[in-house]
């Protein structure tokens, strides 16, 4: 079985001058004068966190005792803290393992409010504790972070939002796995069970683009101060894009919203949940012909729907009544889904509720292309937003 | 009260690192082939059957 990280850390690393010939060296960047570090050195210790399976298989950064307390010095809490217990394991996560690991991940000691942040809305948003991490269904944690410490940190809004080349974007999303990996043992093969995964397992942490929505951003209109800052997390299954540069008709993409939320090959339950990341464009075009959020939610929510042959075609038009999983009405475990028993019993939505859906705004302004995150389960109920308590800020 | 756990064979290793977690390393259960969830009635009576024997054995019953 693969090793947890629960113990001692190494003690600090050498950074005195090398005088082996056969070895490449290097001086920080910035730095003139004598060779300060060994690279062989440092690649022997990167081997040996890789030999200990301490990795989502990309290198990861050693950490010592002094470093780490940099990283403790950013919060109030406790090192000994549980951030997220996970019962059905006999695991626990502390303030402590959860800074290690957001290290290792790359993360700076000014990211690790926002890291903390993030498990409090994993415990608020339920499914982690009950196992999904574990789960055939190979989804992952989506963060989204609202307010002021998005410039603080450098974390990335506008263009290639869900890509690469942000240092605060990829290692705290990173922390987030590396977590689930080297203190929950959540291994591949082993304990987390994924059929296929999803890339965003390596990592998936965005910000919302305040300043180019027309609308007040997720953290307030969820109750918390625009000075506030906060994260979101929700579990996904993947980013679904939408093209839709073509048009100036909210309807055209609202509905192209709803084709993509109501696709058959998504729909496991009575019902399926989406965040909506609209591009500036896009929420402009909504916003300039007097579309709110929730007239937005309310459209979608009004048409995403299939009717009961579309189900019946792909075997989905009933529901398991041990899992409550769709499944074909000749099963002999189906019962009838909850539409059967409607006003219009052809037509079945793939939402329980506008408020299934959530809206954020991301990505350039430069292009009619937004996406559709596909929410893991049914929701309906507000999301899991969690202020950023930072020990250095006022 | 005894108990045989049951699993298709694709989730051994889990269901071994799972043992181990709980400090039952070696904890036996009854396997059967993948997959499980497209059965049909008929099969999963067949498949409750192939399996009768090695849950028996587990329970340790006298044949």
């Keep these: 079985m693969a090793a947890t990280i629960g113990g001692d850390l190494p003690s600090a690393t050498r950074a005195e001058s090398a005088s082996d010939a056969g070895s490449a060296t290097a001086s920080p960047p910035g730095q003139t004068g004598p060779l300060l570090v060994d690279m062989a050195e440092i690649r022997a210790v990167l081997e040996y966190y890789a030999s200990r399976q301490w990795t989502d298989g990309l290198p990861v950064v050693p950490v010592t005792e002094s470093y780490l307390a940099e990283f403790l010095a950013t919060t109030g809490k406790s090192p000994d803290d549980v951030v997220l217990a996970m019962p059905h394991l006999n695991r626990e996560c502390t303030v402590r393992l959860a800074a290690i690991n957001a290290a290792m991940a790359g993360c700076l000691p000014a990211y690790f409010p926002v890291v903390l942040a993030a498990w409090a809305s994993l415990v608020g948003e339920r499914y982690p504790t009950r196992g999904i991490w574990q789960s055939t269904t190979g989804t992952a944690p989506l963060l989204i972070v609202n307010g002021p410490v998005r410039a603080r940190i450098g974390l990335n809004c506008a263009g290639n939002v869900f890509g690469s080349g942000f240092r605060a974007n990829a290692t705290i999303g990173r922390a987030i796995r590396l977590t689930a990996i080297n203190v929950f043992g959540l291994h591949p093969h082993l304990l987390d069970q994924a059929t296929q995964g999803t890339p965003a397992k390596y990592t998936l942490c965005i910000g919302e683009w305040e300043e180019r929505s027309p609308w007040a951003p997720l953290h307030v209109e969820h109750g918390l101060s625009a000075a506030d800052s906060a994260v979101t997390a929700m579990v996904i299954r993947n980013v679904v894009h939408i093209e839709a540069r073509h048009t100036t008709v909210p309807e055209h993409l609202a509905l192209d919203i709803t084709g993509t939320i109501a696709r058959t090959g998504a729909r496991i339950h009575q019902t399926s949940s989406a965040l909506v990341v609209l591009v500036p464009e896009h929420a402009r075009m909504f916003h300039d012909a007097g579309w709110s959020k929730d007239d937005l939610r309310q459209f979608v929510f009004d048409h995403a729907a299939n009717t009961r042959a579309e189900l019946a075609a792909v075997g989905k038009d009933a529901i398991s009544r041990h899992t409550y999983w769709r499944l074909p009405a000749d099963h002999p475990d189906a019962m009838p889904d909850e539409a059967s028993t409607s006003a219009d019993p052809e037509r079945v939505p793939a939402l329980n509720s506008p408020a299934a859906v959530q809206i954020m705004v991301a990505g350039a302004d430069n292009a009619g292309v937004s996406a559709v995150v596909e929410t893991f389960g049914e929701r309906g109920n507000p999301p899991s937003v969690v202020k950023v308590e930072d020990a250095n800020e006022p | ?63």
Excluded at chain 2, 4 to 26: K, N
């Design chain 2, 1 to 63: 009260m005894p108990a045989v756990s049951i699993c298709t064979d694709s989730f051994v290793p889990a269901a071994e690192a799972m043992a181990r977690l709980y400090g039952f390393p070696g904890y036996q259960f009854a396997l059967m082939p993948h997959p499980l969830a497209s059965l049909d009635d008929a099969q999963l009576r067949a498949r409750a059957r192939e399996l009768l024997p090695d849950i028996l054995r587990i329970l340790g019953t006298e044949s």
